[in-house]
């Protein structure tokens, strides 16, 4: 059953008290320093993720939240980290005291059934705040719990899982890989588990620490009213992108540019339909900043499998706004490959020196002028599977702030795609609707040069 759109959808959910999930058995009392890339300042922040489960027969009888905690329990005994808590170090540095407090739990149940949220499950999620109940003391980055977790039954006898990470434990792929290892642990499946790997030092900065690139997604910003992030009137949305979308938009490139990733045209039209859509001084420079996976960088490799450490970096594309707003879409298109391109194994080691000379005071810019793009899509995070099944939606829940995450989606006739929220204010939000349509029915770039001869030869 599909929930009107002009009848917001509200349900209770009851919540048991919170409680800390230790590892099941004891683990060693140690501290562990992160990383210079782990321990930037614009890591720390957490994470929020949603999977929604339909009944599974054949788990009729099993507590879903009683089968997730136990297998956590287990899993925290090799991913031990997880259940300490941060304390900073000489000069600022994070480092994880592994005491094993735990991380904390939430049993729920709701008043709702799956079908309640619709045909097409996206962000944003109605009641979100009560499928993932805030803890107070929970949210900080020092001598707080490293995951949130609730599990909210459903009255179908479907469930919600909805987690808070603390994104300088881990990236995507080190995500997926603890996760995988809670659900195995689920499933009764175990005994081919990747062995997590700590060795954080191996992307510390060298000593001592140079700097050999320009790190531009590091920039200070003048900041005026007109591109100042705003704390109120925002929304969000999402935006699904499937083969006729990506299609079309590989259209508006010249020949030369069509080969070009999914990831690079659909961050490059996205950047520029933002940037369009916020409406701001068209002599104002612009950045999108793309996060890139380092762990194939390295030549040769020094990153061991089960490494789950922070290994990516951001690179910046710069430009102003009447540069975006005048050329064609292939503009921004070079400009993203060129940003992409600029990663290596040099680049990132310039990162981490980068971090420890002048890390605490750097942030990215968190104005309107500014997007971060993080590509989820092959985060396996729609085939989490505790034993009912892969969801009916895996990914994360919302946009933080300037930062879009890619999700890979299926919609419910089968078509697989990309997903995208995004959160701006209400009237930009508006504009940015309006300028993707407008793109989409944008003359690809054969017609308008057969235009253009039938033109001539009149």
């Not at 792929?173 to 995988?180: A, D, E, I, R, V």
Request: glycine share 6%; aromatic share 8%; charged share 20%.
């Amino acid at each position: 059953m599909a929930t009107p759109s002009d009848i917001p959808l509200t349900f209770t959910v009851r919540t048991c008290k919170p409680e800390l999930v230790a590892p099941a058995k004891p683990t060693p009392l140690e501290q562990k320093p992160l990383s210079d890339i782990d321990d930037q300042a614009s890591f720390r922040f957490q994470i929020p993720l949603i999977h929604f489960y339909r009944p599974q027969p054949s788990m009729e009888g099993k507590n879903p939240a009683e089968v997730i905690k136990a297998a956590l329990a287990q899993t925290l005994v090799l991913y031990y980290p997880f259940a300490g808590r941060l304390r900073e170090g000489a000069n600022g540095k994070l480092i994880v005291d592994c005491n094993g407090e735990g991380v904390m739990f939430i049993k729920a149940d709701a008043d709702v059934t799956l079908q309640h949220f619709g045909d097409e499950l996206q962000p944003p999620f109605p009641c979100f705040d009560q499928l993932l109940f805030d803890v107070p003391g929970s949210e900080g980055m020092i001598n707080c719990p490293l995951l949130l977790i609730q599990v909210t039954r459903l009255k179908c006898g479907g469930f919600i899982f909805a987690t808070r990470l603390n994104h300088v434990m881990t990236d995507g792929p080190g995500l997926k890989q603890s996760m995988f290892a809670v659900t195995a642990m689920a499933r009764g499946e175990a005994t081919q588990l990747i062995q997590p790997v700590w060795e954080r030092h191996l992307l510390d900065a060298p000593d001592p620490p140079r700097v050999t690139f320009k790190h531009h997604e590091y920039d200070e910003v003048e900041v005026s009213t007109a591109t100042t992030w705003p704390s109120d009137n925002l929304v969000q949305r999402s935006f699904f992108f499937g083969h006729a979308e990506i299609s079309l938009l590989r259209r508006l490139l010249p020949p030369h540019l069509r080969r070009c990733t999914k990831f690079e045209l659909l961050t490059a039209f996205l950047w520029r339909c933002r940037t369009l859509a916020i409406n701001i001084d068209p002599n104002e420079e612009v950045r999108m900043m793309c996060v890139v996976n380092a762990r194939f960088k390295f030549n040769p490799p020094i990153l061991p499998p089960g490494y789950y450490g922070n290994a990516f970096v951001l690179s910046a594309a710069i430009t102003r706004v009447k540069k975006l707003r005048e050329n064609p879409l292939g503009y921004a298109v070079e400009l993203v490959k060129q940003a992409k391109a600029r990663l290596t194994e040099e680049y990132m080691k310039s990162v981490a020196a980068l971090m420890v000379i002048r890390g605490k005071q750097l942030l990215f810019p968190n104005v309107m002028g500014s997007y971060i793009i993080s590509d989820l899509t092959h985060s396996g995070l729609e085939d989490v599977d505790f034993g009912w099944g892969k969801p009916v939606f895996g990914g994360v829940a919302k946009a933080v702030g300037v930062i879009s995450f890619f999700t890979p989606r299926k919609t419910k006739k089968g078509e697989a795609g990309t997903l995208v929220p995004i959160c701006l204010p209400a009237p930009a939000m508006e504009r940015f609707a309006e300028e993707l349509d407008n793109m989409l029915k944008q003359q690809p770039m054969e017609d308008k040069k057969s235009q253009s001869k039938l033109t001539s030869a009149l």
